[in-house]
C-alpha cells in the first residue's frame, strides 16, 4: 500500500513544498526514512507511532515501512513533519481516505504523544509557499489558523488532533475535543509588550538638535542608515528612540512579509498575528551574537537584525559590540539580507531595516575634541581603539554621520521654541515615500536607499550641474564610488521631501554634508518644512 502527503520545508525564509511518500509493504519489519532528514524529523517516527497508536489507530507493526520525503536533495528540517508523515503512514495502512482528499492540501504540524496537535514556527512563511505552488488548502494547529489565513486567496484548517485532522480529510464529523496545546509563549511576545514604552514617546520632547532632527527625517524618508555620536547626556538615545513614530505604517504586503519572519521566531499570537508598524529592535550590546543576527544551537532562528526588516535596528553604544558582530553587520548594511552558515547548510532572511548607530566618542563618554575642560578619563590608546569600530568598512556603508551636540542651556529655557510633533514629520515622510513608490513604481524598490547604483545613475540621475559636482568628488578622491552612491540616493531624499522633480546643486550639497558629518547651515533644514 503506498499514499502521499505534502509538507513544506523551509530554508531560511524560503519554502519547498516537500512530498512525503509512504510505503506498506510486507518484507523485513522496520520503519525507514529516506531524503536528508534532520534529527527532529527523525524523531517523528517514535512521535507519529505513539500519536497514533494513542489516537486508537493501528501502526503497521508486522510490515516494512518506508517514508521518503522528495526532492530528496533539499535538507529537511522541524518537528512539523509529523502530521504528514502520521497522516501519510494512516493513509498507507488502514485508513480509507476519499480519492484525491490528500492531493492538494498541505499538513503542518508537531503531534505530541497522545495525538493532539502542538504549534510550530513559520507557519505563515510556510502557507505563502504552499499558495506559490498553487496548493491553497492548509491544515494547521487551531491557534495558528489566523496566521495561516493571512496569506490571500489561502482556505486555512485549523486542528486539535490527529483524529480531528483524519475527520476533516475523510470529510467525517469533526469531534470537539480537549482544548488545544496552548502555543508557547516565548520571548518575542514579550520584547513586544515592551515596545509599549516606545508609543508614548514623540519628536516635541526633543528640544533644539534641528540638525540631527533633519537628519532623522531625511533617514526615514530613504530609509537610510545613520550613525550619532556625541558625548554622553546629548540626547542621542532619546533621539533614535523617536524614529518609528515618524516612520509610516507598512503596506499589506509588507506587513505580510514582516509577519512571515516573526512567524519564523515562533508562533504568533492567535488574535492579532499580523504587524503592521514598522517594527523597533534595540538589542543590548551584549546580546549574543546569534540573537542579533541569526542562528543559534539546534534550529536557525532569524535575529534582530531580521527582525526588525522594514524598520529599524537600533544598536546603542555600538562600539561595545564584540568585532565579529560588527564585522558580520556588513551583508545585511549592503544587500538587505543575511546568510548564516551552519554545517552543510545556508539559510537567508530579508534583513532590509534602517541600522542607526549611536556611539559615546570614548568608552566613559566624558571626552570633548575641542573643550579644555575635558573630562574624560580613557587615555588616548583606550580611545583610538573604540573609535576604530565606527571607522573602516562600517562608516563606509552608514549615509548619514551626525555630531550630537548636547542642548544649550538657553535653547532649553527658551519656552517660545515649540519643537515639531512627530505627526508634522510624519506627514512630510509619508508625502515623500509616495513619491518614491510613484517613481519606482514597477521596480522591487519603495525606498531610496534600496535603489542600485548603477540603476540609479542611468534612469534617475541627479540634473546636470550636481551630477559634475560629485563626479569632480569621486575623481578628487573625498568620495569613494561607493560613498557617491550613497550621496546620490540622499540627494533624492532630500528632493522628495522637499517635492522637487530632481535632485539639484542645493540637494546635493546638503546630502554631501549629511555624509560627511559636516554640520547643516538653518537656510538648508528650512528647506524641508
Ligand atoms: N534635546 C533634548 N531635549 C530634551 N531632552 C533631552 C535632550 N537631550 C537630552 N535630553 C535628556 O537627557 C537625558 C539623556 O539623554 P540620552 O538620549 O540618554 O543621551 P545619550 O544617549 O546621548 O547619552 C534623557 O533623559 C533625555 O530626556
Ligand atoms: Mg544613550
Known amino acids: ?30 520503519t525507514n526514512l529516506v531524503g536528508r532528514a534532520d534529527a527532529s524529523i527523525n524523531e517523528a517516527r517514535d512521535r507519529c507511532r505513539a500519536a497514533i497508536e494513542n489516537s486508537d489507530y493501528r501502526w503497521p507493526t508486522s510490515r516494512r515501512i518506508t517514508i521518503l520525503l522528495s526532492p530528496a536533495d533539499l535538507p529537511k528540517r522541524g518537528p512539523h513533519f509529523d502530521l504528514a508523515i502520521a497522516v501519510g503512514v494512516l493513509a498507507a495502512g488502514d485508513v480509507e481516505f476519499p480519492p484525491g482528499a490528500l492531493d492538494d492540501v498541505v499538513l503542518i504540524g508537531e503531534l505530541t504523544l497522545d495525538g493532539r496537535l502542538r504549534c510550530v514556527p513559520g507557519v505563515l512563511p510556510m502557507a505563502m509557499s504552499a499558495s506559490a505552488r498553487g496548493i491553497n488548502r492548509v491544515i494547521v494547529p487551531e491557534p495558528q489558523i489566523n496566521e495561516a489565513a493571512l496569506v490571500p486567496g489561502v482556505e486555512a484548517y485549523g486542528a486539535r488532533s490527529l483524529r480531528q485532522v483524519v475527520a476533516l480529510l475523510t470529510g467525517a464529523e469533526v469531534v470537539p475535543e480537549a482544548p488545544p496545546v496552548e502555543p508557547p509563549t516565548g520571548q518575542l511576545l514579550l520584547s ?8 508614548d514617546v514623540d519628536l516635541v520632547d526633543v528640544l533644539g538638535m534641528e540638525d540631527a532632527r533633519f537628519a532623522l527625517e531625511v533617514a526615514a524618508t530613504g530609509g537610510h542608515h545613520m550613525l550619532l555620536t556625541g558625548p554622553k ?28 519572519i516573526h512567524s519564523l521566531c515562533g508562533a504568533l499570537p492567535s488574535a492579532t498575528p499580523v504587524l503592521t508598524r514598522p517594527p523597533f529592535r534595540a538589542p543590548h550590546h551584549s546580546a549574543s551574537r546569534a540573537g542579533i543576527l541569526g542562528g543559534g544551537s539546534g534550529r536557525v532562528r532569524p535575529g534582530e537584525v531580521s527582525k526588525a526588516h522594514l524598520g529599524v535596528l537600533f544598536l546603542d553604544e555600538f562600539p561595545l559590540l564584540p568585532s565579529d558582530v560588527v564585522e558580520a553587520l556588513r551583508q545585511p548594511l549592503e544587500s538587505g539580507e543575511i546568510t548564516i552558515a551552519r554545517g552543510d547548510e545556508d539559510a537567508t532572511y530579508p534583513a532590509a531595516g534602517m541600522l542607526v548607530l549611536a556611539a559615546n566618542p570614548c568608552p566613559c563618554g566624558e571626552y570633548h575634541p575641542y573643550r579644555r575642560d575635558n573630562r574624560c578619563t580613557c587615555g588616548e590608546v583606550k580611545r583610538r581603539e573604540y573609535r576604530r569600530k565606527l571607522s ?32 508634522a514629520v510624519l506627514a512630510r515622510v509619508t508625502r515623500a515615500r509616495q513619491r518614491q513608490r510613484a517613481r519606482y513604481d514597477g521596480t522591487p524598490w519603495r525606498l531610496n536607499a534600496h535603489v542600485p547604483g548603477p540603476l540609479l545613475r542611468e534612469s534617475w540621475p541627479l540634473d546636470e550641474a550636481a551630477t559634475q559636482r560629485l563626479d569632480k568628488e569621486v575623481y578628487g578622491g573625498q568620495l569613494t564610488r561607493r560613498g557617491a552612491t550613497r550621496v546620490h540616493r540622499l540627494s533624492w531624499s ?27 547651515d538653518l537656510a538648508m533644514i528650512g528647506g524641508a518644512a
Do not use: C, N, Y
Open 1 to 30: 500500500m503506498w499514499a502521499s502527503t505534502r509538507t513544506v520545508s523551509l530554508q531560511g525564509a524560503v519554502g519547498h513544498v516537500v512530498d512525503v511518500q509512504v510505503d506498506v509493504s510486507q518484507g523485513q519489519i522496520a
Open 192 to 199: 513586544w509588550r515592551g515596545e509599549a514604552r516606545l508609543e
Open 392 to 423: 573602516g568598512p562600517i562608516a563606509d556603508r552608514i549615509d548619514i554621520t551626525r555630531f550630537v551636540e548636547p542642548v544649550k542651556k538657553h535653547e532649553l529655557r527658551d519656552k517660545l521654541a515649540r519643537p515639531e510633533s512627530s505627526a
Open 233 to 260: 547626556g546629548a540626547g542621542k538615545t532619546t533621539l533614535a528612540e523617536r524614529l518609528p513614530t515618524i516612520l509610516p505604517d507598512l503596506s499589506p504586503e509588507e506587513s505580510l512579509e514582516l509577519t512571515a
Open 494 to 520: 532630500v528632493a522628495d521631501l522637499r517635492g522637487l522633480a530632481k535632485p539639484g546643486l542645493d540637494e546635493l550639497e546638503v546630502a554631501l554634508r549629511l555624509r560627511s558629518a559636516t554640520p547643516l
